[in-house]
């Protein structure tokens, strides 16, 4: 099995742009555009928004989302019902990061910098990365958030490049 970086450098970088047509999606994700309609279908949480003569444009998240999808159904072998439930599940903990980091947000605000913050944020997002299939082994040796003074910037800078790197699968 192809490493995942290997993986991720076969497909184009995406442009920042801010709606993409079929074809284009198509292109940088490389899949064909009746697949594209068909997975719209299966995963609901796949909406590009319609234009005149039912055209799509597909936003950047979208398409970041059907190269995850790509990846679950082609790299990793998911059955289109599998990569659902897949899907589902990193939605949720993704939903479920967002809430926890804004409840964090709220306890930092008014603690000081020598508390802690909450496991709970770390524990998920370490969760979140062994759902994506990378082994323990991958995972660095000291703490992703420092434990000597974290301040909720260096933490949420932390959260934003783990879900980044996250998303590229």
Known sequence: MTEPFERAATLAPIPA?????IGEVAELC??????????EQEFTQLRPMKRRGNRRYYQHHEVLMIRRIRDLLYDQGFTISGARNKMQELLQAERELKRLGSAAATQTESA???EFLDD?????????TER???PAQDLPDEPLISRASPTWGAVR?????????LSEY
């Open 120 to 128: 709970d944020v770390l524990a998920l997002a370490l969760a979140q």
């Open 17 to 21: 742009k801010r709606y993409f047509t």
């Open 132 to 134: 994506q299939g990378l």
């Open 112 to 114: 000081s910098d020598d």
């Open 157 to 165: 800078r932390e959260l934003l490049e783990i879900r980044e790197l």
């Open 30 to 39: 490389g899949v064909k555009p009746h697949v594209l309609r068909y997975w």
